[in-house]
C-alpha cells in the first residue's frame, strides 16, 4: 500500500498522542513478540513500536522486517520509535481509519 503525503501527516496526526503498544529490545524479534505485534496491529491499525537495540542500522532493519512480514507501511520514524499503519478491510466500517483521499 502507498500513501501520499496527504495521508502520512494525516496518519502522522493521528498518531501523535498514541504511547509506543509494542517494544523491541536487545533479544530482537521473536515469535511471541511477532504474534503479539500481528494481533495489535490487526487490532488498532495504527501503531508505534519502540526499537531498543544497539545501532541503527539494527534498529532500520527490524522495522523493515516487521513492514514487510506484515504488509505495513512505515509512516514515521522518530529514533527508537516509529509509526506503522495497515488497514484493517474487516473491521466494522465505523471503526476504521478512514484515509483522506490522495
Known amino acids: ?3 501520499s503525503e496527504h495521508q502520512k ?3 502522522r ?3 501523535h498522542q498514541l504511547k509506543p503498544l509494542v517494544m523491541v529490545g536487545d533479544a530482537g ?3 511471541s513478540l511477532l504474534a503479539e505485534y500481528e494481533s495489535t496491529l490487526k487490532h488498532h491499525e495504527l501503531i508505534k513500536v519502540r ?3 544497539g545501532d541503527r542500522e539494527a534498529r532500520d532493519a527490524i522495522i523493515d522486517k516487521l513492514c514487510a512480514d506484515s ?3 512505515l509512516v514515521q520514524r522518530i529514533g527508537n520509535v516509529a509509526l506503522l499503519f495497515r488497514q484493517n478491510l474487516r473491521k466494522k466500517p465505523e ?3 478512514r484515509l483522506p483521499a490522495k
Open 1 to 3: 500500500m502507498d500513501l
Open 9 to 11: 501527516k494525516y496518519l
Open 13 to 15: 496526526g493521528l498518531g
Open 29 to 31: 524479534l521473536s515469535e
Open 51 to 53: 526499537v531498543r537495540v
Open 71 to 73: 504488509s505495513a507501511v
Open 95 to 97: 471503526k476504521r481509519i
